[in-house]
């Protein structure tokens, strides 16, 4: 029977539920208020991004609780594979933590470390704020016990030496996700995308890790740049969708209309991962 804590996260009750891709945006831009307005678009998610987004400690600490107070999953991908951010991103009351730039399977095997409590792992214990983040009711014992098993653990597969041990990193106890991150991965393989042309390695490359979450039934996902897009890799059978960026939605829709108002036709289409 599901815990309170496995209920209250939405990302993974939509993977347990497997109806289909859980879909979700990213956040760069800090402020509560971004936060929730982004929450309330019917996304099951949103990652507040402290890699390339402006977002510190502090507006971590602020994105987290306005996103689950809307009944959304927060999700902390942090800038690098280290314990004191991954507790920080958890301690905050992130539902799921994402790694960037992943290596190795002794990677994969330290980041589980850091994400769990003994006697699984060595996260240490003592935030008052991670389990109100779920429920209410829940209290600090509640999250010793329930953390474990509610909490998502995802890495990026986006370099070369990842994407050669792919099989190996998903098979590592602990890790839930494989999530692409495709602009580093092609600048990893040598093969960058450029005006928003995608290499067939590249996209050989995508296929890889999804079969290889497949073979041990863990969860595939990626990151996008459009609806449309999304829709594709939705089809291929990902998991897990980044739908849109606050940044790239933002600068897309006023330049879109700035176009239009003045009768210059179609705005030119945004290829970069964040926008131009």
Known sequence: MATTMQKANRLKVAFDEGKGASMGC???????????????TGVDWVLVDCEHGNMDDAAMHEAVPAIAACGVSPIVRIPDNQGFMVKRALDSGAHGVLVPLLYTVEDAQKLVKSAKFPPVGQRGFGSPFPHERFDPALGSTDYLQQANDAILVMVQIETKEALDNVDAIAAVPGIDVLFIGPFDLGNNIGHPIVNGVMHDDLHAAIKKILEASRKVGKKAGIFCTSGEQSKGYADMGFDMISVATDVLILQASVTASLYTAKGLGAAPKLTGPYGK
């Open 26 to 40: 990213w956040q760069m831009i800090p402020g509560s208020n971004v936060s929730r307005t982004l929450a309330r």
